[in-house]
């Protein structure tokens, strides 16, 4: 069964995500506020950043750079 939330990014109802795709509290808040579709938008951003700005997730200032951008592009108003 479909369990569908309000997702924050989106301003609409659609579909949960499965799991929380991030871990600690971040991935709780995406998880209770950030839907499967909002999640497939920011993997392809995500993906497109990490490109064009040549960052290494090996790296750990890397990682937090696509952190702060992941909570930016969802959370922030548009």
Do not use: V
């Amino acid at each position: 069964m479909k369990r569908n939330i309000f997702c924050h990014f989106m301003k609409n109802f659609h579909e949960r995500l499965d799991f929380p795709p991030y871990p600690g509290s971040i991935g709780k808040k995406i998880y209770k506020n950030i839907s499967k579709k909002a999640w497939e938008i920011w993997k392809n951003h995500q993906t497109i950043l990490i490109n064009e700005k040549q960052l290494n997730m090996l790296n750990k200032k890397d990682r937090k750079t696509i952190e702060i951008e992941m909570i930016n592009f969802l959370f922030k108003n548009k």
